[in-house]
C-alpha cells in the first residue's frame, strides 16, 4: 500500500489493531500530537506495511485476524535489519502471564484495553525520546 512519503522530523507510528473503532480512535489521539500514523487491521498487513515504510514505533494487539500479536511480534524482532523497532502492546489480555510473554518477546511495552491516552503517549514520548 502506497502511501505519502514521511516528512522529516515527524515520527511515524503504525498501529496493528483488527477492531475499526480502536483504530480510529488511535489514529485521532496519535494524529492530534502530531504523528503520521498508518493502519493495518491485522498481522499479515501489518507486517507489509513495516517492511515498506520507515516506521519509528508500532502499536500492537495480541488479538487479532492474519497473526497473533506474538507471532508478529516475533517476526518483527527476528530482521536483522529493522529489529530495534520500538513496539507497545495494547491489548485486551491483562494476565500476567500475556505481560510476560510479550516482554519476553521483545515488547517494549505492555497496555491494556481500555487504556488511558495520556499514558499511551506518555510511554510513547519516553519510548521515542521526546519527553
Known sequence: MAHAPPVEGIRRILVVDGEPHIRRVLESILG???FDVLMASDGM???DEWGEERIDLVILDLMMPG????EILSKIRSNPRRSDTPVI?????GQDTDREAALAGGANDFLTKPFSPKKLIARIEEILGDA
Do not use: V
Open 32 to 34: 492530534s500530537r502530531g
Open 45 to 47: 498487513q501489518g507486517l
Open 67 to 70: 497473526g497473533a500479536g506474538l
Open 89 to 93: 502492546i495494547l491489548t485486551a489480555k
